[in-house]
């Protein structure tokens, strides 16, 4: 069995450039870690960020560094031979990266609580799209925002990686969603369920979208103070849960100033929740949307892909062929 595996890694933070190919060493399992061959791997933005110096760059302590918290694949080995998930199993999940080696590679070792088996509906590179972004939105719209019938919700970003289940976990638990996204991706949008949809070139929707219970918020101040005109439609007490890492450095005291709950979120990387979006995807309720699938050693491409915006779901990375 070969030492080395091939991955797609940086040697330090940069534009995306910085990304190539290499051969590093395997990573080795140890403790409860389940131990996964890679056939795809979700691309987000928390991975752009990382490799220009920002979002969890600060935590990575040796270069080359492997990028990419998704992954789908098969399992390679398990903590012992009795485990729940087995070799040859098709599963899907998300590390703790750089805590552990990225998706971006061969091989992946990972918390045996951070893998769950994939839905039985999806191909590879389709499963490797909802981890991190479905995990994301169920954690902002469930488990903080605690959707349920009649509530009313307004989603950022619509169409994007986690705005897209984000819609669809609103409409699911009965709210009454609206979203923001561009015109050309409204009818998808009002497919996922929501009851209206804001064209955020064409109207400010501080001024049409009328009064929310809650906003979640993937956008923040980053675009044109996106953060805080939210707050002009939340109702006193209202909530808005704001995603994207240092999108919005003085929310709590704009919210607080108004009356408003705020708060941020950060992804848990639970194979409990993800069984749950699991049946959800199986059943017909809950889908995803691949934009465009890359191979590995063009992930340069699929970063500026996301860097420049306006993506309709996710981006994916090929790393293998699907297994026989």
């Not at 933070?13 to 389940?34: F, K, M, N």
Request: charged share 20%; aromatic share 6%; proline share 6%.
């Amino acid at each position: 069995m070969s030492e080395t595996m091939r991955a797609l890694v940086i040697e330090r933070t940069g534009d995306a450039d910085q990304l190539r190919l290499a051969e590093v060493p395997r990573p080795r399992r140890i403790s409860d870690e389940v131990l996964v061959r890679v056939v795809a791997a979700g691309v987000n933005p928390i991975d752009v960020k990382t490799r220009a110096g920002r979002g969890v760059s600060a935590a990575i302590t040796t270069y080359p560094a492997v990028l990419g918290n998704d992954f789908a694949g098969v399992v390679e080995a398990v903590p012992y031979a009795a485990h729940p998930l087995q070799p040859g199993d098709r599963v899907y999940g998300m590390g703790r990266v750089p805590r552990v080696g990225g998706s971006y590679a061969e091989l992946i070792s990972v918390s045996s609580m951070s893998v769950a088996p994939m839905p039985h509906s999806l191909g590879f590179v389709e499963a490797a799209a909802v981890p991190l972004a479905a995990l994301t939105a169920w954690g902002a719209v469930i488990d903080t925002a605690r959707a349920h019938d009649g509530q009313r919700m307004l989603v950022h970003a619509g169409a994007g990686g986690v705005g897209h289940f984000a819609v669809q976990f609103g409409a699911y638990f009965g709210a009454n969603v609206t979203a923001t996204c561009s015109a050309e991706n409204a009818d998808f949008v009002r497919g996922l369920g929501a009851r209206r949809v804001i064209d955020y070139r064409s109207e400010r929707f501080e001024r049409v979208a009328g009064e929310h219970d809650v906003v979640i918020d993937l956008i923040g101040n980053v675009a044109d103070q996106t953060g805080t005109r939210s707050l002009e439609v939340l109702r006193p007490h209202g909530l808005l849960v704001n995603v994207p890492t240092g999108s919005w450095p003085t929310m709590a005291e704009e919210a607080a100033a108004r009356g408003i709950r705020a708060t941020g979120y950060s992804v848990s990387p639970d194979a409990r929740t993800l069984s749950v979006i699991t049946r959800l995807i199986d059943d017909g309720a809950i889908r995803v949307h691949v934009e465009r699938e890359f191979p590995l050693a063009e992930g340069a491409a699929a970063h500026r892909l996301l860097e420049n915006g306006h993506v309709r779901g996710k981006v994916v990375l090929r790393v293998a062929p699907d297994p026989a």
